[in-house]
């Protein structure tokens, strides 16, 4: 089964540009839209299938730009605004095409907080609270949500197909049992939400502690992801990519970019 992995969303928090700065690296995506970052979140399709992983605030705008028509399951890392803000996009895809709930897999500790922000969608969802280890198989495609490092309950996603992806777009170190299930995957997307000092050490990286952390789970490609550009230290994709050429296997991610798994 052909499985592609696609990034639809690779900013941090404030996103790239954030609308209250102007530091090199905002000026830099205004200038130059290729250089933006919408909110993480990423689009596996298997066959004729598709898997959302997360609904970033820019959920609406990342579906149109990728010409996505349809949607068959939602699967969230974790309970923060970035990663949840855009579900209340999909109500009138389920209410006006698709006519039946969309199994929505989450942390079973955010159960209390879905209901509690989105009560006009409890019959758009259907909630699955999803478990760590557990392999959830679409089509073929293997789907393990497994512990990261975040301070709320969070996941990892690692995907087993042809090809090995994990993905964690919020974590700090991962813990050892997931460094173990992920070693040697070919595509290793990781947080590397700072490029300066790292102001939060327990649920965050920064990109070089990302890159340190691939190369420790022998990761084929290191791709980082959840850049903020510009919290504690500002850099340029330009200056990024400059200082990446040192490393062969590292590369930074981009709004749109795929893999074939
Ligand atoms: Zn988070
Ligand atoms: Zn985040």
Known sequence: ?????????????????????????????????????????????????????????????????????????????????????????????????????????????????????????????????????????????????????????TAGIFLQNNKKLAYFTDTADLPVSTAEKIEASDYFICDATFYGENWYPQSHMSLWEAIALGKKVKARNIVLTHLSMHYSRPVTAAQLQQELRAYDNVSLSFDGMEFKI
């Open 1 to 153: 089964m052909n499985v592609t992995f696609k990034l639809l969303g690779t900013g941090a928090g404030p996103g790239v540009p954030a609308f209250y700065c102007r530091c090199v690296a905002c000026q830099e995506a205004l200038d130059n839209p290729r250089c933006a970052r919408t909110r993480s979140g990423a689009l596996v399709t298997v066959g004729q299938e598709t898997i959302l992983i997360d609904a970033s605030p820019d959920l609406r705008s990342q579906l149109i730009r990728e010409r996505v028509e349809s949607i068959d399951y939602v699967f969230l890392t974790h309970w923060h605004y970035d990663h949840f803000g855009g579900l209340g996009d999909l109500e009138f895809y389920v209410r006006l095409k698709r006519f039946e709930p969309l199994k929505l897999y989450l942390p079973s500790q955010a159960v209390d907080s879905f209901n509690k922000a989105f009560p006009f969608l409890a019959d758009v969802f259907e909630l699955k609270p999803w478990c760590f280890g557990q392999v959830y198989n679409f089509n073929g495609l293997k789907l393990t949500p497994l512990p990261a490092a975040h301070g709320v309950e």
